[in-house]
């Protein structure tokens, strides 16, 4: 019997208004693999990850997580499942660093008890797996943009959940930084069979790390499967309007995408 | 910049120092005043109001009992509360719109609670008796926040920032009200006018219990919700992914939090700063978290508005209105302190 998907989403419906994002999404996504969704600016890609991770309810459709209705999941015990790497934080108080990551940890933690043995063991490793031990007393407000990305991945990871969605987690990143971080979470799936969905707008990065690839467009899935299947040229030019040449190439050791700028020779 | 490493109280030792500093200015300031009274007698006085402890009073001076008693102690606590409950929900209310320069005003709150009191002294609406003009000033906190959420929300969600815009606009409207009830007062205009500047003078068991219930109610959902409101200063949908009902526990703090400053307002008038300022001192000193920035601020408000009034009451020749003299010494240190954390910051 086939393992139960980790999501299996159908006819899903969204609007902000009377500006239809969604309009009708299937995916269906097994358990223990690196998921990367790429699609245009404005295609849904993060109101997909709000209503994955049950922050916005559809307008109709269903999500099913790990087979349940999303919507039948009390907030704590599904944040004890699923965690959210979200694009931005605003960071108008001064958390410190340790802190900050210590949040994660709060849907295993009882309301009115203090942090445990374990929960601080977690929130080290955390901040060792991103390089953060450092600066873990340091005023989050006071840290660079890549190194707040980094402090919210790390809350992620210490809030120690089987499936992880991440709003491109690389956007502020420098590129060493940015394989580090990708690195983390490929283990997180090769090594302790995770699930990570990312949104991703690296197609390079995403070609390199995420085994399967969602292609959306305009509200609605254009193509799923593994990256070597459906990251090519032809479905860079429906999806994105852009001339690309697709490859692999034994150095990155994955497929490449080089791209030709508008008007360049076709 | 480098970043700074923290360095923050241990609160075990800076909340009951808080407290033990707040009782015994309380003593202290009972006995400040136009007759003076030792700390050892307003001691006694209080003591003997306990059961089998009535000679404690024997061989003080008639008056002392009354001026202690009935005059100076319930003004004195209700400083403290209304100092508590001003500083609890300022703390609160810059937590749910992840904003450090919020508070009661901000969202509209005080005037609209001053709104429904100048209406209330207008209109010499006495329906209620003396719980009148709290009653219309809760009116008014409550309409407003409804007026405020409607106005900033889309689709049931209100942005911090929108409700902040709402905020002002409103209470901009809401002014112009007060001014008009100011124009059309009157001879009693003098009672809404000093009512607004905020002043604790002849308050009495009734509104220290009125203060003391709200502010209490305040600080155990409050404290209830402490750890999600620290969750959402990372944003509503970082706090929703660790499990906060993120719309409920807003509402709730919303609601809770209008009610107490609606209270604070209707007891003692406008008393600016207070709410601003405090939670902003405490959180450098503790740190964010509002499961230790609520109590201490509820300890330090109390600690300000009691020294404030007694101020006001024992050592100045005039009583000068209680929400002048915090505007007159929050207002500048608030720059000061303001200013030089834009400096620090740089880019922040």
Known sequence: ?266 | MKPSTTHRLDARWLLPALLLLLMTLAVVASGLGFIAVSPAQVLRVVAARLPGLEEMARGLDQLLPHVVWEVRLPRILSAAAVGAGLAMSGAVFQGILQNPLADPYTLGVSSGAAFGASLCLLLGLDFWGAYSVCLMAFLGASLTLLAVMWLSSVDGQASPHNLILSGVIVAAILSAGIGLIKYLADEQVAVIIFWLMGSLVSKGWLDLGLTLGAGLLGLVVFMYHARDLTLLCLGARAAASLGVQTVRVRLTLLITASLVSAVCVAVSGIIGFVGLLIPHLMRALVGPDHRLLLPASACAGALLLLGADTITRAALPHEVPIGVLTAIIGGPFFCYVFRRRQMGRGHA
């Open chain 1, 1 to 266: 019997m086939p393992e139960t998907p980790v999501y299996q989403i159908t006819g899903l419906r969204f609007a902000y208004g009377p500006t239809p994002v969604l309009t009708g999404l299937d995916l269906e996504l097994p358990a223990g693999r690196f998921y990367g969704i790429v699609g245009p600016n404005g295609c849904g890609k993060t109101t997909l990850l709000d209503l994955m991770v049950g922050a916005r309810a559809p307008a109709s459709g269903n999500i099913a997580f790990m087979g349940r209705g999303l919507e039948a999941y009390p907030r704590r015990a599904l944040a004890r499942s699923l965690a959210l790497v979200p694009q931005e934080m605003p960071m108008g108080f001064p958390f410190t660093v340790r802190e900050t990551v210590l949040m994660g940890r709060h849907p295993h933690i009882p309301r009115f008890a203090a942090p445990r043995e374990t929960d601080l063991a977690k929130v080290a490793q955390a901040l060792a797996q991103l390089e953060l031990t450092a600066l873990a007393d340091k005023l989050v407000p006071e840290l660079s943009g890549g190194e707040r990305q980094r402090v919210v991945l790390a809350r992620a990871l210490a809030q120690d959940t089987p499936v992880l969605l991440m709003d491109e987690p690389t956007s502020h990143l420098d590129i060493s930084h940015a394989l580090a971080v990708l690195r983390v979470a490929e283990d997180l799936v090769r090594e302790q069979g995770r699930t990570v969905v990312a949104v991703m707008h690296d197609l390079n990065l995403a070609a390199a790390f995420c085994v399967h690839l969602v292609f959306i467009k305009q509200g609605r899935l254009h193509a799923a499967g593994p990256a070597e299947q459906v990251l090519q040229s032809g479905s860079l030019r429906e999806v994105f309007g852009v001339k690309a040449k697709v490859g692999w190439d034994d150095f990155a050791g994955s497929r490449v995408v080089i791209f030709q700028k508008p008007g360049g020779l076709a």
